[in-house]
């Protein structure tokens, strides 16, 4: 046997083990790996970094996390290490770790006009958590151009303002903050590059309105942006009157979990924080400040104040909206809304004494619910767990390990200024639950799981036990 034909059978047998043994999880996964290690080679090299600028390789790993999980959390001040070409490689990675690899790279397929093989769109289902293969090219095409659309729109918006403003001296100053503010809320990435994240706009509210509206946009999800759009074309379509348009199912659970998050976040800060830190503000800046928080602690981690100077009972309720994050197949992580919203409507009909589920005129499936009950229950004790563990090796207040640990899980970058001060064992920790954030708990718990499990093809006898 030549060297060519044994070489082309063990390629052929390496991609047979592989696909037989390797399930899409684990290769999504495994990209994700793959990226955050080149993240980290490309921050080593001096073309990206200030000169003389030195950093620990545990630093540099924690960062090379924090961007491709989107978080926001870094151990160093970033315009210290970074050069301007830096900070336009944060926000590729940005792009990549926000709307996934599996996107990024299908869309670059697309554009090729590249052949997309069956492989790839079960990986492109996995990457964007489809429950079907039909019309995800046709979901990743539409939602990266739309998502894409926005981020330039409000980079120019924002650099047209900043100049008109005169936050910046010259344009080219204004075009780079500009983009980098739009791509940044877009993706809620919340890094910091200048030091002082947004708390000059802190008195600007159309500012802080426009931020919200981008944030809104990267956590609503993708297959929210696409339904969305199919119901703006349907408005201006000629079949309007014969064939009545119908929101999905996950569109509108999102949604609505989406609202009554928001709008309960920003009655409970507003109510606690009206008489503390919003003080001095006017009725309407007390309003905007309450909205702006309530909107970027679910992801984007943007802030106008010092964290400290809010209340330890506001500080809880941040936490808990880090933690809950935002919708599934959008750019954030935390246990997302339609678990919390599952498990919510999950709780409502026990109370009722209902044996299912039922919502917008359709039934939750059983799976969905089982899902979301593990998931939330795995990510509590695992968050619970992070918690006491840091106390045990970390100097700091309890309510501060807390933000910490919210804020990597729910990806969101929050925090109460102990990033840089934790220990090794402390940022590993937190570069692990970034991670988990990330990808999310139900593909962590899958990963580990066999391509192929066996059904056994009988159950057991049923049997009561006391409960409560």
Same mark, same amino acid.
């Given at each position: 046997?030549?060297f060519?034909?044994?070489?082309? /059978? ?13 399930? +899409? ?11 955050t290690?080149?993240?980290l ?25 924090s ?39 299908t @869309?670059?397929? *697309?554009?090729?006009?590249r ?20 019309? %995800?090219?046709? #979901?990743?095409?539409t ?8 981020? /330039? *729109?409000?980079g ?40 002082? +994240? ?8 159309? $500012?802080l309105?426009?931020?919200?509206? #981008? ?12 339904? $969305?759009?199919?119901?703006i074309?349907?408005?201006?379509? =000629? ?12 569109? =509108? ?6 609202v009554?998050?928001f *709008? ?14 919003? =003080? ?13 928080y ?15 100077? @809010?209340? %330890?009972?506001? /500080?809880?309720? $941040?936490?808990? #909206? ?8 959008? %750019? ?18 026990? &109370? ?16 969905d619910?089982?899902?979301?009950? %593990?998931?939330?229950?795995?990510? &509590? ?22 933000v ?16 840089a ?6 940022k590993?920790? *937190?570069?692990? /639950? ?19 499990t066996?059904?056994l ?12």
């Amino acid at each position: 046997m030549n060297f060519g034909r044994f070489t082309r /059978l063990a390629l052929r047998r390496g991609r047979a083990f592989f696909s037989k043994n390797i399930s +899409s999880i684990q290769v999504i996964v495994s990209y994700y790996v793959l990226m955050t290690i080149l993240a980290l080679g490309l921050f080593y090299l001096p073309i990206f970094r200030q000169p003389d600028a030195q950093v620990p390789f545990i630093d540099m790993f924690f960062m090379a996390v924090s961007t491709i999980s989107v978080t926001g959390l870094t151990t160093f001040p970033i315009d210290e290490i970074f050069n301007e070409r830096g900070f336009l490689l944060l926000e590729i990675l940005f792009q990549v770790g926000g709307l996934g690899i599996m996107m990024i790279s299908t @869309f670059f397929f *697309i554009v090729s006009r590249r052949k997309i093989s069956l492989k790839q769109r079960q990986l492109i289902m996995t990457d964007m958590n489809q429950p079907r293969l039909s019309g %995800v090219v046709r #979901l990743i095409r539409t939602t990266f151009t739309i998502i894409l659309l926005f981020q /330039l *729109i409000g980079g120019l918006v924002f650099t047209l303002y900043f100049k008109q403003m005169n936050y910046h001296d010259t344009w080219s100053e204004a075009l780079f903050y500009g983009l980098y503010q739009a791509i940044s809320a877009v993706t809620n990435s919340g890094f910091d590059v200048t030091g002082e +994240s947004i708390l000059p706009f802190a008195n600007d509210y159309l $500012f802080l309105i426009s931020i919200m509206l #981008l944030i809104f946009v990267g956590g609503i999800g993708f297959p929210a942006i696409m339904d $969305f759009r199919e119901w703006i074309i349907f408005q201006f379509s =000629k079949k309007k009157r014969q064939i009545p348009f119908r929101f999905t199912l996950f569109t =509108k659970i999102a949604f609505l979990a989406f609202v009554i998050l928001f *709008i309960g976040g920003t009655l409970t800060i507003f109510f606690l924080e009206k008489d503390h830190l919003f =003080k001095d503000m006017t009725p309407v800046g007390q309003w905007i400040n309450s909205m702006f928080y309530s909107m970027t602690t679910r992801n984007a981690g943007l802030q106008i104040h010092d964290l400290s100077e @809010f209340q %330890v009972t506001t /500080l809880i309720i $941040f936490s808990f #909206l880090m933690f809950i994050g935002c919708s599934p197949s959008s %750019v954030g992580g935390g246990v997302r809304t339609t678990t919390v919203a599952i498990i919510g409507l999950y709780l409502f009909s026990f &109370l009722k004494s209902e044996s299912h589920i039922s919502l917008f005129g359709r039934k939750i499936d059983e799976g969905d619910i089982r899902k979301s009950v %593990v998931i939330f229950m795995l990510s &509590l004790l695992m968050c619970f767990s992070c918690v006491i563990f840091l106390t045990a090796t970390e100097d700091f207040s309890l309510i501060a390990i807390i933000v910490e640990v919210a804020s990597a899980f729910g990806t969101t970058g929050l925090s109460l200024g102990i990033t840089a001060e934790l220990s090794i064992v402390g940022k590993l920790v *937190i570069a692990l /639950l970034m991670f988990i954030g990330r990808i999310g708990m139900l593909y962590t718990l899958l990963l580990f799981v066999p391509k192929e499990t066996r059904d056994l093809g009988y159950e057991y006898p049923t049997e009561k036990i006391i409960i409560g």
